[in-house]
T-cell receptor
Framework: DAGVIQSPRHEVTEMGQEVTLRCKPISGHNSLFWYRQTMMRGLELLIYFNNNVPIDDSGMPEDRFSAKMPNASFSTLKIQPSEPRDSAVYFC???????????FGSGTRLTVV | GQQVMQIPQYQHVQEGEDFTTYCNSSTTLSNIQWYKQRPGGHPVFLIQLVKSGEVKKQKRLTFQFGEAKKNSSLHITATQTTDVGTYFCAVEEAGSNYKLTFGKGTLLTVNP
């Protein structure tokens, strides 16, 4: 199993540009999570899905952030327009179901200049 | 949301010394998970504890869940340089439909 696959690994973009982060969860995992990690705030849950349905998006910072899971094998996190304060490492994680340990992807390091 | 306190924030040890990190909550937890993140890496799931007073071991790592299910600890015996990283506890917010909140973590460095 290739694990949770995220792309791109690194993204540098200019303020105001649209950014799309991608995630492929482990096959058969029903739950998918998007986290953001910064030094100041640690690991923050942005949104999570169960069986492709968003369960809780209360962690999404503002309307500039949106996430979709069109099918069981793909999810995107979009930031439009991006701002320098969005710079962070964004992790996608999946688990067989809720209340199981998570498998994290390698993350996308986003830098907005 | 769920507040969980991890202490210490940082711990530096000599190789061979023991290490313990603690996770404390003001409310009763349904379960707790522990993760390890190497520098520059991603969090890796270590274990989940569910039962009051539960103790689980993984080689040199010992995990405990308090009797009141409000605290937990991770103990490493005879640390090695490969133990370097940040150790996180993660707890489910009560009534949150399994929303997992991570502590701030304890960064362990080991001097060879």
């Amino acid at each position: 199993d290739a694990g949770v696959i995220q792309s791109p690994r690194h993204e540098v973009t200019e303020m105001g540009q649209e950014v799309t982060l991608r995630c492929k969860p482990i096959s058969g995992h029903n739950s998918l999570f998007w986290y953001r990690q910064t030094m100041m705030r640690g690991l923050e849950l942005l949104i999570y899905f169960n069986n492709n349905v968003p369960i809780d998006d209360s962690g999404m910072p503002e309307d500039r952030f949106s996430a979709k899971m069109p099918n069981a094998s793909f999810s995107t996190l979009k930031i439009q327009p991006s701002e320098p304060r969005d710079s962070a490492v964004y992790f996608c994680a999946s688990s067989p179901d809720l209340n199981y340990g998570y498998t994290f992807g390698s993350g996308t390091r986003l830098t907005v200049v | 949301g769920q507040q969980v306190m991890q202490i210490p924030q940082y711990q530096h040890v000599q190789e061979g010394e023991d290490f313990t990190t603690y996770c404390n909550s003001s409310t009763t937890l349904s379960n707790i998970q522990w993760y390890k993140q190497r520098p520059g890496g991603h969090p890796v799931f270590l274990i989940q504890l569910v039962k009051s007073g539960e103790v689980k071991k993984q080689k040199r790592l010992t995990f405990q869940f308090g009797e009141a299910k409000k605290n937990s600890s991770l103990h490493i015996t005879a640390t090695q340089t490969t133990d370097v990283g940040t150790y996180f506890c993660a707890v489910e917010e009560a009534g949150s439909n399994y929303k997992l909140t991570f502590g701030k973590g304890t960064l362990l460095t080991v001097n060879p």
